[in-house]
C-alpha cells in the first residue's frame, strides 16, 4: 500500500507535528488559549444578583424608615401609583431574579476555562444572556425604581415642609419673654425703624 498523499501541505505537517508530540490527530481541531470564561461568567451571575439586591434592599430599607412615620405612611396609602408602581417593581424583580438564576444553570456546574469551541460557544451565548438581562434590568426595573424615588420625594419633601412650617402662634402659645435685654433690644430696634 502506497502512502496518503495530501492536497494541502499544511495538514499534512500539523498531523506529522502531532504525531512526533505524541498527540492524537489535532488537523481540523483548534487549540484553545488559557481562560476564565466560566469563572467571569460566576462573577457577572454574581454582580447582577447583588445589583438586584442592592437596589430592592435600599428601597425597602427606605420604604420601612418612611412607614415609621404615620404622617408619610397615610400619605403612601393615598398614593394608588405609589402602591402600584412598588408592586409592580416587586413583580419585575422576582421575574428578572428567576431569570439571572436560569442563566446560571446553564453554567453552575463549571468552572475555569472553557476548552474546547463548542464548550467557547456556551460561553458566548450565557454573556449574551446576562447581557440582555442587563438591559432589561436597565430599562425596566430602574426607571421604575426611579420613579418611585420621585414619588417618595415629594411625600419626604411634603412631610419635611410641614414639620418645618411654625405653628401660627395663638395668645395661649406665644413664648413669655423674660430676658429684660432681649425686650429693651427689640423695643430699641423697633424704635429705630419707626423713626427712620
Known sequence: MGSKKYRNPEKREA???????????????VQMVANTFW?????????????????HGHLSNYLKAMLTNPEAYAKMN????????????????????????????????KSGGSETPDEHMAVIRIHGMYHDAVEIYESTIMPTVTHIFEQIGLIDEFIQAQ????????QDTQPEVTDVEVVETIVAIEESTAHA
Open 163 to 170: 414639620q418645618a412650617q411654625p405653628e401660627t402662634p395663638t
Open 78 to 109: 393615598s398614593n394608588p401609583e405609589l402602591i402600584s408602581n412598588i408592586n409592580l417593581l416587586t413583580r419585575d424583580i422576582g421575574e428578572h431574579t428567576e431569570r439571572l438564576k436560569g442563566i446560571y444553570a446553564h453554567h453552575s456546574h
Open 15 to 29: 498531523k506529522a507535528l502531532a504525531k512526533a508530540n505524541g498527540r492524537s490527530d489535532t488537523v481540523g481541531q
Open 39 to 55: 469563572d467571569d461568567a460566576r462573577a457577572l451571575y454574581e454582580k447582577s444578583i447583588w445589583a438586584v439586591e442592592y437596589t
